[in-house]
């Protein structure tokens, strides 16, 4: 996961904790993880053709995963040992990716993974501009946490994964000096 540093100025990772998705030769690619929309997930399941629903779970929170095709939507999930979802790649031994619907669908109706991140949007770098960003002091990198992204609010996940490095963000100078 990333952890944007006190002297991000974009305004779409300002104190923002990005998973990271996929990160190779082209690029890479991930959702913020702890940045609610506006959105409500009860909102989203009419354009999907989705009803009869399960009204507890159509609260699930939908994030604002990043500013890159912010109409489309991504979820990544648990996997089930007994059910694959149409189009779900996994991105670790723990946790899926995917586009489609289905998996929103089964959410809806109780039959989903025991966990899951709706998002719309994704961050996403072209080549070598990770790596530039994280030489330049842009980001922290910090371990993947289950806890941190399906069982915290939204709202405490950036603390919570800077805590996890033993680190006071808030304490870390956004300026550098030379003597």
Known sequence: ???SMPQ????NFVRSLVYICEHNEKGAMGLVINRANNIEFIDILPQLNISDL?????EQIIFAGGPVQPEHG???????SNKEWTSSIRVSEDLCLTTSSD?????AHSAGPEHSLIALGY??????????ELADNAWLC???DADIMFNMAPEDRFQAATDSLGIDINLI???IGHG
Not at 8 to 11: A, I, L, S, T, Y
Not at 74 to 80: G, K
Not at 123 to 132: H, K, N, S, V, Y
């Open 8 to 11: 991000m100025e974009d305004e």
């Open 103 to 107: 998996v929103i669908d089964d959410i």
């Open 1 to 3: 996961m990333l952890i």
């Open 74 to 80: 991504f979820v990544l999930h648990t996997p089930l």
């Open 54 to 58: 399960n009204v507890t779970d159509a």
């Open 123 to 132: 961050a996403g770098w072209g080549p070598g501009q990770l790596e530039q």
């Open 173 to 175: 100078s956004t300026k």
């Open 142 to 144: 910090c371990p993947f």
